[in-house]
T-cell receptor, first 115, second 111 residues
Framework: KAGVTQTPRYLIKTRGQQVTLSCSPI?????VSWYQQTPGQGLQFLFE???????NKGNFPGRFSGRQFSNSRSEMNVSTLELGDSALYLC??????????????FGPGTRLLVL | GQNIDQPTEMTATEGAIVQINCTYQ??????LFWYQQHAGEAPTFLSY????GLEEKGRFSSFLSRSKGYSYLLLKELQMKDSASYLC????????????FGQGTTLQVKP
């Protein structure tokens, strides 16, 4: 099985712009979660999508949004970029069931630099 | 509130054994994960505990005590390539896709 893929891998934007990041989960996985990782705050949960619906949301401003398509691919969007949005954005997938043995697997991440 | 604590840094010698501790206080609990993350790379899954006790997987073992809100990751026969950050994460109850992470422990293995 192919792993979690994310595109693009690197991105440079300027303040005020918007950005869209893409994630394709492991085949058969229906849940996609997004995280932001910065040196100061560590890994922080952004949101989770399951069957095209946002199932859970972290404590990020409304500038951060996402969606999921019928093939389980997900995108996240950040509007009106700020310098503090520079981070590694990680996508993770799991099957989305409530099984106790559920494991979450991460993609390689998109490194965003806001200038 | 949600709080997960790990030591910030640890140093150990090649061939030795190291134990990385994690304590947590979360509003819900549905399992505890350990991930390894090398600099500039994504986290890779190491272990998962949902019941009390020790889970062994090769050179890596993970322990969980739910009553104490405590876990540890044990690395045996340390190798230089084990130098990395180790992340402890708790899965929120009823939310399979939401993990709450600690700040991570940076382990440096010296020859």
């Amino acid at each position: 099985k192919a792993g979690v893929t994310q595109t693009p891998r690197y991105l440079i934007k300027t303040r005020g712009q918007q950005v869209t990041l893409s994630c394709s989960p492991i085949s058969g996985h229906r849940s996609v979660s997004w995280y932001q990782q910065t040196p100061g705050q560590g890994l922080q949960f952004l949101f989770e999508y399951f069957s095209e619906t946002q199932r859970n949301k972290g404590n990020f401003p409304g500038r951060f949004s996402g969606r999921q398509f019928s093939n389980s691919r997900s995108e996240m969007n950040v509007s009106t970029l700020e310098l503090g949005d520079s981070a590694l954005y990680l996508c993770a997938s799991n099957s989305g069931t409530s099984g106790l043995q559920e494991t979450q697997y991460f993609g390689p991440g998109t490194r965003l630099l806001v200038l | 509130g949600q709080n997960i604590d790990q030591p910030t840094e640890m140093t150990a010698t090649e061939g030795a054994i190291v134990q990385i501790n994690c304590t947590y206080q979360t509003s819900g609990f549905n399992g505890l994960f350990w991930y390894q993350q090398h600099a500039g790379e994504a986290p890779t899954f190491l272990s998962y505990n949902v019941l009390d006790g020790l889970e062994e997987k090769g050179r890596f073992s993970s322990f969980l005590s739910r009553s104490k809100g405590y876990s540890y990751l044990l690395l045996k026969e340390l190798q230089m390539k084990d130098s990395a950050s180790y992340l402890c994460a708790v899965r929120d109850r009823g939310n399979t896709g939401k993990l709450i992470f600690g700040q991570g422990t940076t382990l440096q293995v010296k020859p």
